[in-house]
């Protein structure tokens, strides 16, 4: 009897040393990823210079084809603009921040990581890719071969976006452009269609795929949520639903101030600012996280997020 203990404690330690050492080897995995990703990008850009570009020139005239040009290199430039920002902006972590300051953003709640040795604010939560607590963290992404969290969110949701387009661009710019791109029968097809297809095939795979995680995303922002606090916040409401009460999340500022706060943009052209390339640093600090004053509601209504 007197064993059992001992031997699922050593069972325990070792999956969890399994885990760690699973864990840390993504980060070696991860170059190759970023690099297969830039790749296929490159690749895409090449077919369309070879096979579109004097396709539509022949169809259309050169000046259309400048504007197919001016447009595909400002969707190229953003997409590899917000890669490289998300990839090597610090998403910010507890150790960059004085201990201090931790203490005080926790007033109403204090969490302690045992691996960081540091205090864990709101929203902060302990990647075990990167070993450190990441503030208002989100996931970590091994295509951007970074954890993604507060500054670097906005980053990240502008790959999305311009993948998105791009990836939407790309698939009917083969479809419309070279023809008998579907054609897989015709003769020369494999000299002048199959890159064309493969790229169309390529491209139609990935908008369908960024469509979803990018939908996903634009939700998750709207309502005030990141993935890790999303999965949180669902089983905070069903424990308040179940005691009668209702759940609110205090980080919620509505839908448009969400998009403010989370692209960093304000003032009247707020609505177009978010998609244009910015470096300048994301305001704020990551731990003392903007809310919303519940005061007005109900005590006996509400039970709030901690
Ligand atoms: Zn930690
Ligand atoms: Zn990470």
């Not at 976006?161 to 579907?182: I, K, Q």
């Not at 890159?195 to 469509?211: E, G, H, K, T």
């Not at 707020?270 to 809310?291: E, F, H, M, Q, S």
């Amino acid at each position: 009897m007197a064993r059992s203990p001992t031997i699922e404690s050593r069972c325990n330690s070792c999956m969890t040393s399994l885990m760690d050492r699973v864990e840390r080897s993504v980060k070696y995995l991860e170059p190759f990823l970023v690099a297969l990703a830039v790749g296929l990008v490159l690749l895409d850009v090449f077919t369309f210079f070879k096979y579109v570009v004097p396709e539509i020139v022949r169809q259309s005239g050169r000046i259309v084809a400048a504007v197919h040009i001016v447009w595909s290199l400002w969707l190229l430039f953003n997409v590899f603009w917000n890669q490289m920002h998300c990839t090597f902006t610090s998403p910010g972590n507890t150790l960059e921040v004085h201990q201090e300051a931790l203490q005080l953003a926790m007033s109403y709640d204090w969490r302690w990581c045992k691996k960081c040795n540091r205090g864990k604010p709101p929203l902060a939560h302990h990647c075990s890719v990167c070993n450190r607590c990441v503030l208002k963290m989100d996931h970590h992404c091994v295509w951007m071969a970074n954890c993604v969290g507060f500054y670097n969110y906005r980053f990240f949701l502008l790959f999305l976006f311009y993948m998105w387009v791009g990836s939407a661009y790309s698939a009917a710019v083969y479809l419309l452009h070279v023809p008998g791109v579907l054609r897989l029968d015709d003769p020369g097809w494999e000299e002048n269609g199959f890159m064309p297809f493969f790229m169309f095939v390529l491209s139609s795979s990935i908008w369908l795929a960024i469509s979803l995680l990018f939908g996903w995303h634009v939700w998750l922002v709207l309502t005030g949520q990141g993935t890790i606090d999303y999965l949180d916040n669902s089983s905070r409401a069903a424990e308040a639903r179940a005691a009668g009460r209702r759940w609110v999340n205090p980080y919620h500022l509505g839908p448009v101030a969400n998009w403010m706060e989370t692209f960093d943009v304000w003032g009247r052209w707020w609505w177009i600012a978010w998609v244009l390339p910015t470096r300048r640093r994301k305001l704020g600090n990551g731990y003392d996280l903007k809310k919303v004053d519940l005061t007005d509601l109900s005590d006996a209504a509400v039970m709030q997020a901690i």
